[in-house]
């Protein structure tokens, strides 16, 4: 099952403004910063809380151009939340259970995320509206898998 919320991704066209505006609105510190040439993302992850079940994050995203899935986002709908992270322990093993509930998997199987983690997306219209990723962390974030 869904263990925590892992992160809330936030799509933008700055990303180091928006860095700057999370540290000096709330007060985050930047855990990562990332460039993810699969998922056409540059990226930072910034660190919210620690919990039972592991660390909570916001994604900021800035696409690394117009024909990616955030660069297409931005020009439909502007910045904002783009999607939500759920923290699982089996990311394969999540995806088996949910494919079997008629919810389509944009990913067969896991691939790279932030930090060492292995992730999966949902499509957005089979849940709500609600772009879905899975998250099974790495055991130390620092050094991946
Ligand atoms: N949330 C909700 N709905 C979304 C959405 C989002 N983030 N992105 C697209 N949609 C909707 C669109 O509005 C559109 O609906 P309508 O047909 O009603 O207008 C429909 O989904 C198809 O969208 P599209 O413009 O054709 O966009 P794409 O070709 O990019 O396909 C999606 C959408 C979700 C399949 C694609 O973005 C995807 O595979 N996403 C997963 C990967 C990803 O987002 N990576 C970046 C984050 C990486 C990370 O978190 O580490
Ligand atoms: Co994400």
Request: overall charge negative; hydrophobic content about 40%.
């Amino acid at each position: 099952g869904l263990t925590r919320i892992d992160h809330v991704g936030i799509a933008c066209h700055d990303l180091e403004e928006k860095i700057a505006f999370y540290e000096s609105t709330f007060g985050l510190v930047v855990a990562s910063r990332e460039v993810n040439e699969a998922q056409g993302v540059k990226e930072a992850m910034l660190h919210v809380a620690d919990g039972p079940a592991g660390s909570s994050y916001v994604q900021l995203l800035e696409p690394l151009g117009p024909d990616t899935p955030v660069g297409r986002f931005l020009a439909k709908r502007g910045e904002g939340v783009h999607h939500v992270g759920y923290g699982v322990d089996d990311v394969a093993a999540a995806l088996e259970a949910i494919g079997a509930k008629h919810v389509r998997l944009l990913d067969e199987r896991p691939r790279h995320g932030s930090m060492g983690a292995s992730i999966a997306f949902l499509h957005p219209k089979d849940v709500g509206g609600v772009l879905t990723e899975l998250v099974q962390a790495a055991k130390d974030p620092r050094q991946g898998r």
